[in-house]
């Protein structure tokens, strides 16, 4: 069964960086287009981010370009968003998510605050 855990979350300070990790299991990680995707308390989900199968491709919101990274690691089976320059505002639980089917996993809480 598809399984996608994601780990790497914390508190950290505006302006701070987290590195979010992604381990995908139960299918073939290589062939699928994978995203980030964060809901903050009371709000809507929000898709953050996309990268396609081949690996090269990526799509950004508005309100993360150039702060934040996504990549992937299709040996270790591993979806990667690296946060840079964080805000406030990026305080959400954040998940990865298999476009396909609509697979997430359980998310890992980020909070940004001084």
């Known amino acids: 069964d598809v399984q996608l855990q994601a780990s790497g979350g914390g508190l950290v300070q505006p302006g701070g960086s987290l590195r979010l990790s992604c381990a995908a299991s139960g299918f073939t990680f290589s062939n699928y287009d994978m995203s980030w995707v964060r809901q903050a308390p009371g709000k809507e989900p929000e898709w953050v981010s996309i990268i396609f199968s081949g690996g090269g491709a990526a799509s950004y919101r508005d309100s993360v370009k150039g702060r934040f990274a996504i990549s992937r690691d299709n040996v270790k089976n591993t979806l990667y968003l690296q946060m840079n320059s964080l805000k406030p505002e990026d305080t959400a639980l954040y998940y990865c998510?298999?476009?396909?089917?609509?697979?997430r996993g359980q998310g890992t809480q980020v909070t940004v605050s001084s």
């Open positions: 998510r298999r476009l396909s089917g609509g697979y």
